[in-house]
Nanobody, 115 residues
Framework: QVELVESGGGLVQDGGSLRLSCAAS????????FGWYRQTPGKQRELVAT???????KYADSVKGRFAISRGDTDNTVYLQMNNLKPDDTAVYYC?????????WGQGTQVTVSS
């Protein structure tokens, strides 16, 4: 059974930082692609960042230079370090895992940036 549990969301001021964590209960952790997505009410879920098995990372233009995705090789956790947060970053953030047998989502964690 695949389980993704996000944590680390919260309320932060404009310009602040947060680190999101996604604890992944999956087999062969390092062989999968993981990503962070976000969604606001009335809008489609959008890609924030991904990391593939080779460690290659990809970012949305809106977060380049501010956010960094990484993974802990020994704790099966994917992280999203978010710096210089802006009110437009306010959203529910979801962890995603693309496995051989399907794509899976966590329950989401709310990030709110106040101006």
């Amino acid at each position: 059974q695949v389980e993704l549990v996000e944590s680390g969301g919260g309320l932060v001021q404009d310009g602040g930082s947060l680190r999101l964590s996604c604890a992944a209960s999956v087999s062969s952790f390092m062989m999968n692609t993981f990503g962070w997505y976000r969604q606001t009410p009335g809008k489609q879920r959008e890609l924030v960042a991904t990391i593939n098995p080779d460690g290659y990372t990809k970012y949305a233009d809106s977060v380049k230079g501010r956010f960094a995705i990484s993974r802990g090789d020994t704790d099966n956790t994917v992280y999203l370090q978010m710096n210089n947060l802006k009110p437009d970053d306010t959203a529910v953030y979801y962890c995603n895992a693309v496995l051989v047998y399907g794509s899976y989502w966590g329950q989401g964690t709310q990030v709110t940036v106040s101006s």
